[in-house]
């Protein structure tokens, strides 16, 4: 049972991006990430320096968001942040993606704003997510964002913010269904107990966001 906790844990980002979170609410999310054995802690970028300075020296990553929840900043604005959260100390940027771009079907600047971002994170040694936010998306939409995402080689494509519907099975087994193997699926919102976060992972997840990580890994 240990071995299992253990495993599921390493797969886990233990997450706090509530907008009125505070430092001792961060400090408590980095104890409980070292505490476990958590993958990363996935912050705002205001806090990317302070979760840098309390995991020092742990495996334990720092993952921030950009363009966090809406997407809609320009790509220079993306790259910025990107920049910034890399020399304040993040291992892994998680990026969203310009819905309304989607939307309108404006492909050309979608791969343009991935690319960026990826070159970016990539140019620093550092891993980016890609999240789509599938719950706002078509199927149809889904499967063109697979293809870009492949073409742009994100490290991962993730399902959600949490802020517009979460993750679900069907939307894990479609990415990975249409992603070749080398990109890996992360699957966040909603995830909050052990037999959901194990479901997920069966059907195809690789990393799990969940700010209830401590319940998934001790249930």
């Not at 309304?100 to 979608?110: G, L, Q, R, T, Y």
């Amino acid at each position: 049972m240990r071995e299992e906790r253990m495993n599921i844990a390493a797969t886990i980002d233990h997450t706090n991006l509530k907008t009125d979170c505070t430092q001792k609410q961060i400090e408590q999310l980095c104890t409980e990430a070292k505490e476990h054995g958590f993958a990363a802690v996935c912050v705002p970028p205001y806090f990317v320096v302070s979760a840098g300075r309390l995991l020092k020296g742990t495996n334990v990553k720092i993952a921030t968001v950009i363009g966090y929840p809406l997407g809609f900043s320009g790509t220079f604005a993306k790259v910025e942040e990107i920049k910034r959260a890399i020399d304040e100390g993040a291992d892994e940027l998680d990026v969203v993606i310009n819905i309304a771009a989607v939307k309108d079907k404006n492909w050309n600047h979608i791969n343009s704003d991935i690319d960026s971002c990826v070159s970016a994170a990539h140019m620093r040694g550092k891993i980016i997510k890609v999240i789509l936010e599938t719950s706002l998306l078509t199927e149809e939409e889904i499967l063109k964002m697979c293809e870009i995402c492949t073409e742009r080689q994100v490290d991962y494509v993730k399902t959600s913010t949490g802020k517009a519907g979460g993750a679900t099975l069907k939307a894990v087994e479609l990415l990975r269904k249409n992603l070749p193997a080398n990109i890996k699926i992360k699957a966040s919102g909603g995830i909050r107990d052990r037999q959901r976060a194990m479901r997920m992972l069966e059907v195809g997840a690789d990393r799990l966001g969940s700010s209830s990580g401590v319940a998934i890994v001790t249930e």
